[in-house]
């Protein structure tokens, strides 16, 4: 009796086994929700997903919601789109978001999409719904030498075309950035910037920025303008304060070679007076051998030496009289004094 009853649980629990094979290989549910969707498919296709290691769950789901939104998809391509690693989910439910916004797209272009990395459904929701990008801080400045910061908002949506191999939005926002350095750059005047900062978006989107992008520009809005620093004034600074020290280096390399030309002018000086001194030691020589050749005489030397003492003689008086002449001129400078200025007491005494 017991071996019996043993004997009847584990014929029990094989055919558990075997049951829930079965179903995991053979969804049945899936197959009974499909085709009360109106969705053809037999067991032995959902069996065969199960061997080619596609998830029937995901694929039934997929086409009964595609079914029932009016979209056209077979089993084959959503098969394949899984099969290549793409989001079948984000596929339907982006045909069924452009179905019912009247955009064209259809599952290639979607599956192209997806497979470039894109989130399409968002892409979708981004045609329908406009988005904002902030761009960041955008530092420009104008002929004027005045820095101004700019703040912008660029409103786009998605170019669902360009999708696949266009730019995203780090090429919107350089693009926008560049264009507002450029216009402020251009103008005379940053105060004419802040008095119409709405000149900035004009030019800006007049570029065409959005070509060659996932994104079609549809406004550009300048959020705020700051002033910033006086860049004209602080290059003008720079600027002068390099061409002093440039005056200076050259005031100071003129200096040094006059100071090397004074020391070689005395240089010189002294060469000349130790000439002089050595041929005046030479003088009582040759006068000796004159008197001995007897091509001086006796009346020629005095003479020679009186010519000497008169001309000493005069040297002394000039120089005497030079220091005189400028002691007077220093005496005088001394007596020379401002005029007094006379109080009105003074000038009532005067009066």
Do not use: C
């Not at 499909?34 to 080619?52: C, D, E, F, Y």
């Not at 470039?116 to 004027?144: C, E, H, L, M, Y």
């Not at 120089?319 to 005189?324: G, I």
Request: charged share 25%; net charge negative; hydrophobic share 45%.
């Amino acid at each position: 009796m017991t071996l019996t009853l043993v004997n009847v649980l584990i014929v029990i629990v094989v055919l558990a086994l075997i049951i829930a094979l079965l179903l995991f290989y053979i969804p049945v549910g899936l197959w009974l929700a499909a085709t009360a969707s109106g969705v053809h498919i037999s067991l032995v296709q959902l069996v065969l997903m199960r061997l080619r290691k596609v998830n029937p769950s995901i694929i039934i789901t997929n086409m009964i919601t595609a079914t029932k939104a009016g979209i056209d998809v077979s089993r084959n391509q959503l098969e394949a789109h899984f099969l290549a690693g793409g989001n079948v989910k984000s596929v339907v439910s982006a045909l069924i978001s452009a179905n019912k916004a009247g955009i064209d797209l259809d599952f290639k272009l979607a599956t192209a999409i997806d497979l470039a990395g894109r989130d399409v459904f968002d892409a979708v929701q981004t045609s329908v719904n406009p988005k904002v990008i902030n761009t960041p801080p955008v530092s420009a400045v104008a002929k004027d030498g005045i820095q101004l910061i700019a703040r912008a908002r660029v409103t786009v949506k998605a170019n669902i075309r360009q999708l696949v191999g266009g730019a995203g939005e780090e090429t919107i926002i350089a693009r926008v950035g560049e264009g507002i350095v450029t216009t402020i750059g251009s103008s005379d005047s940053h105060k004419r910037v802040l008095e119409n900062p709405d000149s900035i978006s004009k030019l800006v989107l007049a570029k065409g920025l959005d070509a060659g992008t996932a994104y079609e520009i549809l406004s550009i809005d300048i959020a705020d303008i700051d002033v910033g620093k006086n860049i004209g004034a602080e290059l003008m600074i720079d600027q002068a304060n390099a061409d002093k020290g440039v005056a200076q280096a050259l005031a100071e390399k003129r200096r040094a070679m006059a100071i090397a030309q004074e020391q070689e002018m005395r240089a010189k000086a002294e060469e000349a007076r130790a000439n002089v001194i050595q041929a005046e030691a030479e003088i009582p020589l040759a006068i000796a051998e004159a008197f001995r050749n007897g091509k001086l005489g006796i009346m020629e030397y005095y003479n020679y030496r009186n010519l000497k003492a008169d001309t000493e003689m005069r040297e002394s008086i000039s120089n005497s009289y030079r220091q005189v002449q400028q002691g007077s001129i220093e005496e005088e400078k001394e007596e020379i004094k401002e005029p007094e200025v006379h109080t009105g007491e003074n000038t009532n005494q005067l009066r």
